[in-house]
């Protein structure tokens, strides 16, 4: 039986084998203390990240997407340890990240990320080809070995060496900002590329550039993405599977063509639904999410979408859907694919049009 972070491969014997993924998250969770209380302890707690638990297979990428606040780009932090978790693992390669498994050093040159602010990213002080090097050097490369890749580096990613090895970040437009950031985050040979709202700060027509250039660089060097973003047609253009986030969980998760295709989950359907469609008559004159996320700090119980759900029983306000499916690439956090959760069961008209 499959588990839903694996795939089946073939082996030379046409006999089908499950693999493990590439990287392994279990039940992670992240809670930000807020307003200091009686003695300056806190009173309450931010569940920014509540349980989370996914895989991401070797030379695939995972998009997340989530309204503002879901929790998506504390995820990226957690996994690349610039956060610690309350509880929870990371594995990395089969091995437990930190404590007495692999090590940091060594799982930070395998695991690089590139953050939404491309100035705030680079040090103003280095010129960018002393930005790109600086990473291999901690790492024990040698300095003429680092300005080389660096420089080579430079050159894939589109900034000719001569005309850019020695300027500095504020003499680069936004878009020659986020290709050195990807350029640096490519000097120490990773696996792989955590992108955080990467192309979000971007013009559209940067944008479609520089997502062009991740597909190329990923075929190029084998790399595996973790792509989050609020886009969800730029996810859809980049991600193999989607996972979906509600208030710090996973709401549906599966291959791209099946959630954008056949959503199951009715938040997974209202962020669909609310993409503007090219067709009119597939346009919707229904508002298909209403109201704000409810606060993180105290979020409903039960399943934490019922308070914004169409679909909402009584079931929903007492009981925590768990993540479900008959295809285990395929999951949703919902009662109504539940058959055994004694909620209606999922009705298909009860969809909402995807664009
Ligand atoms: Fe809506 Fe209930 Fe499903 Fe939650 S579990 S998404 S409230 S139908």
């Known amino acids: 039986m499959l588990t839903a972070n694996e795939i089946l491969e073939w082996d030379m014997d046409g006999v089908p084998v499950a693999v493990p993924p590439l990287l392994t998250v279990n039940h992670l969770v992240k809670h930000f203390p807020v307003r200091p209380g009686l003695f300056g302890r806190p009173s309450a707690h931010v569940r920014a990240v509540d349980g989370l638990s996914f895989g991401v297979q070797e030379g695939e990428t995972l998009g997340i997407v989530g309204e503002s606040g879901c929790g998506k780009s504390t995820v990226a932090r957690l996994l690349m340890h610039l956060l610690s978790a309350d509880s929870g693992t990371i594995e990395f390669g089969g091995s437990r990240v930190g404590s007495y498994g692999l090590p940091m050093k060594s799982f930070r040159a395998q695991v690089q990320m590139v953050f939404q602010d491309s100035y705030a990213s680079l040090n103003p002080r280095l010129t960018i080809e002393s930005s790109i090097a600086f990473g291999p050097t901690v790492h024990g490369i040698s300095w003429s070995e680092a300005i080389a890749r660096a420089r080579a580096l430079l050159d894939r990613v589109g900034l000719e060496p001569k005309r850019f090895a020695g300027r500095y970040p504020h003499e680069l437009s936004g878009g020659q900002r986020q290709r050195v950031n990807i350029a640096r985050a490519l000097a120490l040979q990773p696996k792989v590329l955590i992108l955080d709202e990467a192309v979000s700060a971007l013009d559209k027509s ?16 084998g790399l595996t993405y973790i792509f989050i973003s609020h886009d969800l047609e730029v996810v859809r253009f980049m991600a193999n599977r989607v996972m979906v986030m509600y208030l710090g969980k996973v709401a549906e998760i599966g291959k791209t ?5 056949a959503a199951r989950h009715p938040y997974t359907q209202a962020l669909l639904a609310s993409m503007l469609s090219m067709d009119p008559d597939r346009r919707s004159t229904q508002a298909p999410l209403t109201g704000d996320p409810p606060n993180p700090i ?3 119980p039960g399943c934490r979408f019922h308070t914004r759900c169409a679909h909402a029983s009584d079931i929903c306000r007492s009981k925590v859907p768990a993540l479900l499916g008959s295809d285990p690439g395929h999951q949703t956090a919902c009662h109504l694919v539940d058959a055994a959760s004694g909620a209606l069961v999922f009705r298909s008209e009860a969809r909402v049009a995807a664009p």
């Open 206 to 221: 940067v944008e479609a550039q520089v997502l062009n250039l991740l597909l190329d660089l990923k075929d190029e060097f």
């Open 298 to 300: 105290d979020p409903p």
């Open 257 to 261: 063509e099946a959630v954008y295709g």
